[in-house]
């Protein structure tokens, strides 16, 4: 192998620098073993075609693709090896030398800023799509990694480019090659881009579009500046992929063009076809995180979805509407929570009723308290469906939570804290809120809220409060097993406390005769009778 050893030949600088930048990302020895699977041993150095086989996408056990599919995208896939070696590896003769196998791994998987890993995947994305005969109108000024890009895209090249990243980031969770790659609906995230770039002369209709015939041009520039505010972890899928395909090197090394046969069918569980958190708005609300919450979307969601029955905590649908039922299953629950309302409004116009269906959630870093004032450290506020949209905290004010049952005791309130869920704004002046009936949910403009960054939670918005008709109402756990085990632990206890309060221990009474119940029946039975006082 090429790697350093003191016994060996003297190490060059060029290569005590790549090495000492791959240590500092601790990947060092997993490109040590990749490098000695991967390397013909009579050259010392790593074939071209298997180094294009490690990238390459496409392999027995995924050879077939499910039936949403586009037909363009397979093509893509197909130049997806072949194009990362292009952009990173500068070969020699006899192939990738030791050297320039660390160093195209410090290009793409190096700590840098997320700008100059946007442009290597837009780079990646332009090598991609001209392999494949598909015109993009990209240019990158010059050869640096933080250069300029001019130019525009379609929502069709961003719906491609977004489809890649998707792929790449199924594929880091299914390294065994199990499993038909599905692609999940994306036009929220390109809708969003859209919004967010571009000026549509007359506008158009976020609620029916036709994404695929949208020739809009969305400027380079803008592009970026989106994807940065909005998807800011969209550029890591390139370097999970390219980190995940060595380390697949190492566990397979020679299983690369055999690996496991058996297949798992359609990843877009049927199951979960039903529920607001699909696999696509999923993996949109992941992007925005830089934190152990992206970790936990994507177990759950992106690959086999085996983890959503566990996250589920609660569904309308299943356990009932109202606060009551919301609370006996979130209660108890420390850790990080997305909670998602799917609703309907609309407007009648001269006898036929517009239906609008909409999506928006919050994303709490704690578990809900019973409280009659507004409590939390950090959260967002998401509007996921027609067009998705992230609103991080201001700074400003901690009003990010507020979750208040009816009183126990009833005591005149001269003043009643509203009896709800609500996140941003003030009491009584939410900028959401979900009613103790879960019937409806009210959304006001956000310049009542100074928690929240200021935006539209719904297209055409405007300043008067809409009310909605809610339909249903998910609460998803993203602290993992161990804050799944704390919430078991404290309802097990709950409940031991309430049988112990329902259970009446008779040892503690003494006899009859000398019982409350035996001296007030004998007084309601002959009041005037004379009775022995006990000195």
């Known amino acids: ?183 999940p609906d994306l036009n929220h995230l390109v809708l969003s881009a859209i919004t967010s770039c571009a000026q549509v002369e007359g506008g158009f209709n976020v609620w029916d579009c036709d994404i695929s015939s949208l020739e809009v041009q969305l400027p380079a520039g803008k592009f970026v500046t989106w994807v940065m505010s909005t998807v800011p972890c969209l550029p890591d899928c390139l370097r999970q992929y390219f980190h995940a395909r060595m380390q697949m090197a190492v566990t397979a090394g020679d299983e690369l063009a055999s690996s496991d046969s058996s297949s798992v069918g359609d990843t877009s569980s049927t199951a979960a076809c039903d529920y607001i958190l699909s696999q696509g708005r999923a993996w949109a609300i992941s992007i925005t995180q830089r934190s152990a919450v992206n970790e936990e979307i994507s177990r759950a969601f992106i690959s086999s979805g085996a983890g959503m029955d566990d996250s589920l905590l609660y569904r309308s649908s299943t356990h009932g509407r109202g606060l009551n039922r919301f609370w006996s299953n979130v209660e108890g629950y420390k850790g990080p929570l997305l909670i998602l309302v799917a609703a309907s409004s609309g407007d009648a116009h001269e006898g036929n009723s517009i239906d609008r269906k909409w999506v928006i959630g919050a994303l709490t870093d704690q578990g809900l308290e019973n409280k009659d004032i507004f409590y939390g450290n950090s959260g967002c506020l998401y509007s996921i469906s027609p067009v998705f949209h ?90 993992g097993k161990a804050a799944k085990e704390v919430q078991n632990s404290y309802k097990k206890r709950e409940e031991l406390f309430t049988e112990q309060r329902r259970k009446v221990d008779l040892k503690t009474f003494a006899n009859w005769e000398d019982s409350p119940e035996k001296m007030m029946m004998d007084m309601m039975s002959d009041p005037n009778a004379v009775r022995r006082e006990d000195r």
Not at 421 to 443: C, Y
Not at 447 to 453: E, F, L, N, S, V
């Open 1 to 183: 192998m090429g790697a350093s050893n003191s016994a060996g030949p003297r190490v060059s600088e060029e290569q005590r620098e790549a090495e000492t930048v791959a240590a500092s990302t601790g990947a060092l020895p997993v490109l040590q073993k990749a490098f000695s699977k991967l390397a013909n041993p009579e050259t010392n150095a790593v074939p071209l075609e298997n180094l294009q086989q490690c990238f390459g996408f496409g392999r027995e056990g995924r050879s077939s693709y499910a039936g949403n599919v586009p037909d363009l995208f397979p093509v893509l896939l197909d130049h997806l090896g072949s194009s990362l070696l292009d952009q990173f590896f500068v070969p020699d003769k006899g192939g990738i030398s030791w050297v320039e196998f660390v160093k195209g791994y410090n290009k793409c998987c190096a700590r840098v800023s997320a700008s100059i890993l946007l442009n290597m995947l837009l780079r990646v994305f332009l090598a991609i799509t001209g392999r494949a005969n598909v015109t993009l109108h990209l240019e990158f000024e010059s050869g640096d990694v933080d250069c300029k890009i001019n130019g525009f895209l379609l929502p069709s090249h961003v719906f491609l480019l977004l489809s890649t990243c998707w792929a790449m980031s199924w594929d880091c969770r299914n390294l065994k090659g199990k499993g038909n790659l599905s692609f």
């Open 390 to 479: 992230v609103f991080p905290p201001t700074g400003k004010e901690k009003n990010f939570v507020y979750s208040h049952l009816h009183p126990t005791g009833r005591v005149y309130q001269s003043h009643p804290k509203p009896v709800g869920v609500a996140f941003g704004g003030t009491p009584g002046n939410e900028r959401i809120f979900i009613d103790e009936d879960f019937a409806k949910v009210t959304v006001r403009h956000h310049a009542i809220d100074k928690t929240y960054q200021s935006g539209s939670l719904l297209p055409d918005q405007g300043f008067l409060p809409i009310e909605a008709r809610i339909s249903e109402v998910e609460v998803w756990g993203l602290g």
